[in-house]
């Protein structure tokens, strides 16, 4: 006799705990034949407004945190996802169908990048920033620090991989992240929330919100506690609305780009300002 | 007279041969402009100084124009070196003309000789130097191994300091690749015209650079226009805003740098001789009309009384004037409308309960004038400490312990700049790292330097001008992208099944760039 399972519910991840959306709202996942799979959290404006508080709260202590804590922690994430990884294939397999290597391969490739990221913890400010030889008696650096809060539409046709090369060179430098998931497979999206929750990632330094970017993204972009706002994936969005209103308070905007973006040092300093210190120098 | 009575020592303007009228330079030659032309007066006078032409739409398109063709046929494939002696040449030109730009420069502006001689136009020339040698070593800016041009860049500038903003915009531009259109502030347009002398003068392709003057409608022309790829503009928020939002959704890079509110911290244990010097130079330093201005003096509460004092003594032996005289520490403000907003807003701090203070100051008959201003009791919701006032205003706030410090100085929307004053080491580095703000002055302020990366947090605008960084808002990244993410997710084409022919394939993919984004 078989043994009757036990389906998960899937929520919201805000400030490190898993709530419903205040709305009230979900809606069905289905596979790719049309099987339900499961129901998501519709996230609603407030969903957001306090997934951004949230990461407003979580951010100076990630950021204050040493760049060789942060680079463990994203290895940590690496590690759970890991041991995670069946259940991670099993999912994208179930949402998306397709080969089970090809499952495979993505989530191989999203463990990947967690590692490639987390080296970048303590080497992007040497890269990126540098010592300045102005013409005066005065010691000066420049360095690369996080924006802050920066508010994400992960890339649309890919249930975990898109999200991970989009959250992992947000955080690694210190900013604290508002994720909109792949709308038609956010279960791989709350998964890996049940990860960074188990990593000793701070709560709060990402939150991940289920639903229609379409509805989420215009709060997130007219924000004005949202410092940057990565449009990855948001190329099938009305975007340029969400630019504009991004421009009211200079957030900074990322583009849309196609497909699941390659790991570069480019997207952590995108993410980055840099802040230039002066100190005179004098024997007396 | 009084031992500090000073005898007049005016610099000679006999040394400028101005033309009565200017017209636009597009295309390596001045032309007429379609637009009505305007006059360009001294501030401090009120006289005419020169007739200046008005681009329209139609001139903007010839210059737009310009810039392009001189782009595709000359300057981006020319070789690096070259595009370095060029910009080599300009700043041996600049430096050549040196007392003839100061003198130009604060004839047409309003600021004190002393600063346009040793402050702007000796950091033109270092501007034009500094990128001159980045010309042909792009690949070593940090942006992979063979980054490439924009295109046209559209650059906007305003009129705190006119020569030395189109320095600022021209030398990364030209060092990338790029070629420029710009236009200079309606109020300042004379170095600007001054500088396309030079620019002939060092042989520069026609059409590399083009100069358009003309108000806020040829600015908001020029910006819009579909035939540039890059936007660059330094000036208030409010139009940085709009330019923004023109901008969306066109593709076209963007750096903005715009206003500013910041605060010079002063600790118990400052060093109150230089910290005076510090306060005085971070808001009376050109005016006021500084967008990293140290307007808001935030200083302990145990020492308010003493710094409070000794910067009245200090303010009362700036002397207020002729930009032209070699004594003169505060100069003319640079236009009735800012005269204007300058009292206005001085008017708000005093109906919010401010105690305000200024020194005992002739004021000249003719000209824009406003006294060196100290506003002591602002409260944090005051408008002095919230608006940018871009005049010499000073709103003293106090505070008690560090962690206060930090969130009067962050509790703003804007962040250009912020000075701390301190003998601790540690509690400095500490602070500087807690401070939103581009630039942190410790023990100093209102320092510039080519090398020196320039630039806003939050609404004080995005990109850095200066230093390395200065040439990223000019180049697109050759990137280097790094294999294991580029599994193709869509799974319409080949197959992942094993990491090594991901990662094969991504390393085919990754290349040929992407990296748009500011």
Not at chain 1, 73 to 80: D, G, K, P
Not at chain 1, 153 to 174: F, H, K, N, T
Not at chain 1, 245 to 260: I, M, N, Q, S, Y
Not at chain 2, 89 to 105: D, N, T, Y
Request: aromatic share 8%; charged share 20%; hydrophobic share 45%.
């Amino acid at each position: 006799m078989t043994r009757l399972s036990v389906p998960k519910t899937y929520k919201l991840y805000i400030g490190g705990a898993f709530p419903r959306s205040e709305s009230g709202r979900t809606y069905p996942v289905t596979g790719p034949k049309g099987e339900f799979l499961a129901h998501a959290a519709s996230a609603s404006r407030k969903d957001s407004r306090d997934a951004v508080v949230a990461a407003r709260a979580a951010q100076p202590g990630w950021v204050g945190a040493s760049a060789y804590n942060r680079g463990q922690v994203l290895y940590r994430i690496a590690e759970m996802l890991e041991g995670r990884a069946q259940q991670f294939t099993d999912e994208i397999l179930a949402q998306r169908g397709g080969r089970r290597t090809l499952a495979a391969a993505e989530v191989e490739s999203a463990i990947d990048a967690w590692v490639w990221y987390a080296g970048w913890a303590d080497k992007y400010a040497q890269v990126a920033g540098n010592a300045n030889p102005v013409a005066g008696p005065y010691f000066t650096l420049s360095t690369p620090e996080p924006t802050g809060v920066v508010a994400v539409v992960a890339p649309q046709d890919s249930a975990l991989l898109g999200l991970v090369c989009v959250v992992a060179p947000a955080i690694v430098s210190g900013n604290a992240v508002v994720a909109v998931a792949a709308e038609s497979a956010p279960l791989s999206a709350i998964s890996l929330a049940e990860v960074l929750a188990t990593s000793d990632l701070p709560p709060g330094v990402v939150n991940i919100l289920t639903g229609a970017p379409a509805q989420i993204a215009p709060w997130l972009a007219s924000h004005a506690d949202v410092n940057a706002l990565d449009l990855t994936g948001a190329g099938s969005l009305e975007w340029v609305d969400l630019e504009v209103a991004a421009a009211e308070t200079l957030t900074r905007v990322r583009r849309p780009e196609p497909g699941v973006p390659p790991l570069t040092l480019e997207r952590i300093t995108a993410l980055t300002e840099v802040k230039t210190v002066w100190h005179p120098k004098s024997t007396r | 007279m009084g031992f500090l009575d000073y005898a007049p020592a005016p610099e000679s303007a006999s040394i400028l041969s101005l033309r009565p009228e200017y017209g636009l330079f597009v295309d390596g030659e001045f032309v007429d402009g379609h637009g009505e032309p305007f006059v360009t007066i001294s501030p401090a006078t009120e006289e005419r100084i020169a007739q200046v032409a008005r681009a329209d739409e139609r001139d903007v398109d010839a210059a737009v124009a310009a810039a392009r063709r001189a782009y595709e046929r000359t300057w981006s494939r020319m070789s690096g070196t070259d595009r370095g002696k060029y910009l080599f040449r300009i700043a041996r030109l600049v430096q050549e003309r040196a007392r003839e730009l100061a003198v130009a420069e604060s004839l047409d502006n309003g600021k004190p000789i002393r600063e346009s001689r040793d402050v702007d136009i000796p950091l033109v020339a270092a501007w034009f130097f500094y990128y001159a040698g980045w010309a042909d070593k792009l690949e070593y800016a940090g942006l992979g191994p063979r980054p490439r041009p924009l295109g046209v860049a559209a650059q906007v500038i305003p009129w705190n300091f006119p020569l030395l903003m189109a320095a600022w915009k021209i030398a990364p531009a030209l060092a990338a690749g790029n070629t420029v259109v710009l236009k200079p502030a309606e109020t300042t347009p004379l170095t600007a015209l001054l500088l396309a002398e030079i620019l002939q003068q060092a042989d520069l392709p026609p059409g590399v650079v083009n100069i358009l003057t003309g108000a806020g409608e040829t600015g908001r022309t020029l910006v819009a226009h579909p035939g540039v790829d890059k936007v660059a503009f330094t000036g208030s928020t409010a139009v940085g805003r709009q330019i923004a939002r023109a901008v969306a959704g066109t593709g076209r890079r963007l750096t903005l740098e715009l206003g500013g509110k910041a605060a010079n911290i002063v600790f118990d244990d400052a060093p109150l001789d230089e910290a005076v010097e510090g306060i005085v130079n971070g808001i009376f330093f050109n005016q006021g009309h500084v967008c990293c201005a140290g307007s808001r003096l935030l200083v302990q509460e145990s020492i308010h009384d003493e710094v409070l004092d000794r910067l009245k003594r200090r303010l009362a032996t700036l002397r207020l004037g002729d930009p032209l005289d070699k004594n003169t520490d505060i100069g003319a403000i640079n236009s009735a409308e800012q005269l204007e907003r300058i009292r206005e807003l001085s008017a708000a701090g005093e109906q919010e309960g401010a105690t305000r203070w200024s020194p005992e100051c002739a004021i000249p008959d003719r000209g824009f004038w406003f006294a060196p201003t100290i506003f002591d009791g602002v409260t944090t919701s005051s408008r002095i400490a919230r608006e940018e006032v871009f005049g010499p205003v000073l709103s003293v706030l106090t505070f008690r312990t560090l962690a206060e410090a930090v969130a009067k100085a962050n509790n703003t929307p804007y962040g250009l700049s912020a000075g701390i004053w301190s003998e601790k080491g540690s509690r400095i580095l500490a602070i500087a790292d807690q401070l939103r703000a581009g630039v942190v002055w410790a023990n100093t302020f209102n320092r510039f330097d080519p090398a020196a990366p320039f630039g806003g947090y939050k609404e004080s605008g995005y990109g850095r001008e200066g230093g390395r960084h200065g040439l990223h808002p000019y180049l697109s990244p050759s990137t280097l992208a790094t294999p294991p993410a580029m599994i193709d997710t869509t799974g319409v084409t080949g197959s992942a099944a094993t990491r090594a022919s991901a990662s094969a394939r991504s390393a085919a993919s990754g290349r040929g760039g992407k990296g748009n984004g500011k």
